[in-house]
């Protein structure tokens, strides 16, 4: 699990490279806004719209050159996007760029869910380490490009080169025990899995508004610096890695479903909370509050999908980990919009009373049956066919 946990890392850190990097191009390659809006859509339909027909793939055959190759794809198309100047073949590189994001994540999501075996808690090292690449992106992306420019974008490729290589010698030595591997079966639950994704796209709403205005609610709002508003989103951020980590331990002991549940309900006074506190400074620990409640349900629900469709695994990976998380963006014009008229406190106030659909949708969820480790069926009595490998 450490490898799939770091080459998740290394994959969303170059998710978290696109919207530290669009401001540069508006500053350093004089692009419009709309322009960079477009970039930021590049990468972020790449990413979405494939991971459902790859997760198909995914589940058809093995396919273990997928996820190295969407690694290295990621970091290159990135990495390369600063280099050049004009917006058509940046636009495209960053689109390359998310399309590799979209091939690591069904097959990834698969292979690390046969690692964890049944544990919710294995399960959040690997979904946590996607939130960790995609934290420390900002970190580390923003200081190069102050320093040394566009170009500097290339520096990150190696990383994602290596870690492609590094997987791809994974699924080499792994491979002799696929061979004669059982194929999965269970009883798909396609309903839970639909009610499952609407409670994804709900949180991932809640999550791209606060990543999105948490910032500008510090500036505009409470008065802070730049500097503290980054601060509040670091925070945020940073409580997602542990509410990650936090929500695979809780349902290792209290269930999946009950996790997700009251992950749910926490948000509402979590985030009512930080709106009511006015002051700038003891606001930042409700900040970091927030973006660990926000995040307990993450894992879980990933978890919790592939239980639903027991024969499906990529296929429910790319829409738990891709289409229904980028789903949330598709929201963003209208809080927007609420933001011109009533500041980004009004957009954030609308936000805080979104968990409710959440908890009223997560009362659809039911916990699946006992997950055999044998199999990676969570049907109760697992049918086992045995198969020969795949390609």
């Given at each position: 699990?450490?490898?799939?946990a770091s080459?998740h890392?290394?994959d969303?850190?170059?998710?978290g490279?696109?919207?530290?990097?669009v401001p540069?191009?508006?500053l350093?390659?004089?692009?419009?806004?709309?322009?960079a809006?477009?970039?930021a859509?590049?990468?972020t339909?790449?990413?979405?719209?494939?991971?459902v027909?790859?997760?198909?793939l995914?589940?058809?055959?093995?396919?273990r050159w997928?996820s190295?190759?969407g690694?290295?794809?990621a970091g290159?198309?990135?990495?390369?996007?600063?280099l050049?100047p004009s917006?058509?073949?940046?636009f495209a590189?960053l689109?390359t760029?998310?399309?590799g994001v979209a091939?690591?994540?069904?097959?990834a999501?698969?292979d690390?869910?046969?690692a964890?075996?049944g544990?919710?808690?294995a399960?959040?090292?690997?979904?946590?380490?996607?939130?960790?690449?995609?934290f420390?992106?900002p970190?580390?992306v923003t200081?190069?490009l102050?320093?040394?420019?566009?170009?500097?974008?290339a520096?990150?490729?190696?990383?994602?080169?290596l870690m492609?290589?590094?997987?791809?010698r994974?699924?080499n030595?792994t491979?002799?025990?696929a061979v004669g591997a059982?194929r999965?079966?269970?009883r798909?639950?396609p309903?839970?899995?639909?009610?499952?994704?609407?409670?994804?796209i709900v949180?991932?709403t809640?999550?791209?508004g606060?990543n999105?205005f948490?910032?500008?609610?510090?500036?505009?709002h409470?008065?802070?610096s730049?500097?503290l508003?980054g601060l509040?989103?670091t925070l945020?951020l940073?409580g997602?890695?542990a509410?990650t980590l936090?929500?695979?331990?809780?349902?290792d002991?209290?269930?999946m479903v009950?996790?997700?549940?009251?992950?749910n309900a926490?948000?509402?006074?979590?985030?009512?909370?930080?709106?009511?506190?006015?002051d700038?400074y003891?606001?930042?620990?409700?900040?970091l509050?927030?973006?660990?409640?926000?995040?307990?349900?993450?894992?879980v629900?990933?978890?919790?999908?592939?239980d639903?469709?027991?024969?499906?695994p990529g296929?429910?990976?790319?829409?738990?980990?891709?289409?229904?998380v980028s789903?949330?963006?598709?929201?963003m014009?209208?809080l927007?919009?609420?933001?011109?008229?009533?500041?980004?406190?009004?957009?954030?106030a609308?936000?805080a009373?979104v968990?409710?659909?959440?908890m009223?949708?997560?009362a659809?969820?039911?916990?699946?049956?006992?997950?055999?480790t044998q199999t990676?069926?969570?049907?109760a009595?697992?049918?086992?066919m045995p198969?020969?490998?795949?390609?």
């Amino acid at each position: 699990m450490r490898i799939w946990a770091s080459a998740h890392a290394v994959d969303d850190f170059y998710q978290g490279l696109v919207p530290a990097a669009v401001p540069y191009f508006v500053l350093q390659r004089d692009f419009s806004y709309v322009q960079a809006s477009g970039l930021a859509l590049a990468a972020t339909l790449g990413s979405a719209l494939p991971q459902v027909p790859i997760g198909l793939l995914a589940d058809r055959f093995r396919l273990r050159w997928m996820s190295p190759l969407g690694v290295g794809l990621a970091g290159i198309g990135a990495g390369l996007s600063g280099l050049t100047p004009s917006y058509p073949l940046v636009f495209a590189l960053l689109l390359t760029a998310g399309v590799g994001v979209a091939m690591f994540h069904p097959p990834a999501g698969r292979d690390a869910r046969r690692a964890a075996g049944g544990s919710a808690t294995a399960m959040s090292y690997f979904a946590a380490g996607g939130s960790v690449g995609f934290f420390i992106a900002p970190a580390l992306v923003t200081p190069a490009l102050d320093t040394l420019g566009m170009s500097a974008t290339a520096l990150f490729i190696p990383p994602a080169v290596l870690m492609g290589f590094v997987l791809f010698r994974h699924h080499n030595r792994t491979s002799a025990t696929a061979v004669g591997a059982v194929r999965r079966q269970g009883r798909d639950l396609p309903g839970r899995f639909a009610a499952l994704t609407a409670v994804e796209i709900v949180r991932s709403t809640i999550s791209t508004g606060l990543n999105t205005f948490i910032s500008l609610y510090w500036i505009r709002h409470l008065g802070a610096s730049s500097g503290l508003g980054g601060l509040a989103l670091t925070l945020e951020l940073g409580g997602g890695v542990a509410g990650t980590l936090l929500g695979g331990r809780l349902a290792d002991r209290i269930g999946m479903v009950r996790t997700v549940q009251i992950g749910n309900a926490a948000m509402l006074p979590a985030l009512w909370l930080m709106l009511i506190c006015d002051d700038e400074y003891a606001a930042l620990p409700l900040a970091l509050l927030v973006g660990l409640i926000s995040n307990i349900p993450f894992a879980v629900l990933i978890k919790l999908g592939q239980d639903y469709l027991p024969s499906r695994p990529g296929t429910a990976a790319g829409v738990t980990l891709g289409l229904a998380v980028s789903a949330g963006g598709l929201s963003m014009p209208l809080l927007g919009l609420i933001a011109t008229h009533y500041g980004p406190r009004g957009a954030l106030a609308v936000l805080a009373t979104v968990p409710v659909l959440a908890m009223l949708l997560s009362a659809f969820l039911r916990e699946p049956g006992q997950y055999d480790t044998q199999t990676g069926s969570c049907s109760a009595s697992p049918t086992m066919m045995p198969s020969g490998p795949r390609t």
